[in-house]
């Protein structure tokens, strides 16, 4: 079955520093990579996507590539800021079912 | 705010009892889903649906049930049978292939 595997589940760095976040998918149908971060009791919000046409798309700070021959894709956040401390997931779906399925998150702290 | 709202934003369900979680979509998005989130997890998926009534069973459907008569409204029912049913519930839509948007969620006490 479809499965996305997360990792690190928490992560920690320093200010202005880069964060990055792994994920690898099951399903070799998966054409839709989107990720969301989600702040202490609130909904998750989309904050950058990619499609399987697609190796690497880029928005200010934040960068995700794809590598569909190995099933993995990546979330980049250059120059940490504290505002960026949240919980992130990654996501995969394919057209064919409009199934989403949710990695299991990674928490990403900010220190000053 | 995204269009698509979820209510009531807490409830408290006693043991044995039946209820009804509410998620309505104004954006007209074929796809519609309910997740649950318990603290410092991830979402799992419980149900989704394609389509006007048609929907599929999650990875953990076990004690839920859902219908989908109108394209805008998808509303679960945590039936007696789920014996963990505190959590925090997320409801999504969705176009074919394309961003999810959420609701604000409710969260489920069971007292």
């Known amino acids: 079955g479809e499965n996305v595997e997360q990792h690190p589940s928490t992560l920690s760095v320093q200010e202005g520093d880069s964060a990055v976040i792994k994920c690898t998918y099951s399903?070799?149908?998966?054409?839709?990579f989107p990720w969301y971060k989600q702040e202490l009791g609130k909904r998750p919000q989309l904050i950058i996507d990619?499609?399987?046409?697609?190796g690497e798309k880029k928005d200010q700070r934040i960068a995700v590539t794809l590598n569909k021959t190995a099933k993995h894709f990546s979330l980049h956040i250059t120059e940490t800021q504290p505002e960026d401390s949240a919980v992130y997931f990654c996501?995969?779906?394919?057209?064919?079912?409009?199934?989403?399925?949710f990695g299991s998150g990674t928490r990403l702290s900010i220190r000053p | 705010d995204g269009g698509i709202t979820q209510s009531p934003k807490y409830l408290f369900r006693k043991e044995g009892q039946n209820v009804t979680l509410s998620c309505e979509q104004n954006?007209?998005?074929?796809?519609m889903y309910w997740y649950r989130q318990d603290p410092g997890q991830g979402l799992r998926l419980i149900y989704y649906?394609?389509?006007?009534?048609?929907?599929q069973k999650g990875d953990i459907a076990e004690g839920y049930s859902v219908s989908r008569e109108k394209k805008e409204s998808f509303p679960l029912t945590v039936t007696s049978a789920q014996k963990n049913p505190t959590a925090f519930y997320l409801c999504?839509?969705?176009?074919?292939?394309?961003?999810?948007?959420f609701g604000q969620g409710t969260r489920l006490t069971v007292v």
């Open positions: 999504a839509s969705s176009p074919r292939d394309g961003e999810a948007f």
């Open positions: 399903d070799s149908a998966s054409n839709y």
């Open positions: 990619i499609r399987s046409n697609v």
């Open positions: 996501a995969a779906t394919y057209s064919s079912a409009s199934k989403i399925i």
């Open positions: 954006l007209n998005h074929d796809a």
């Open positions: 649906s394609q389509i006007v009534n048609d929907f």
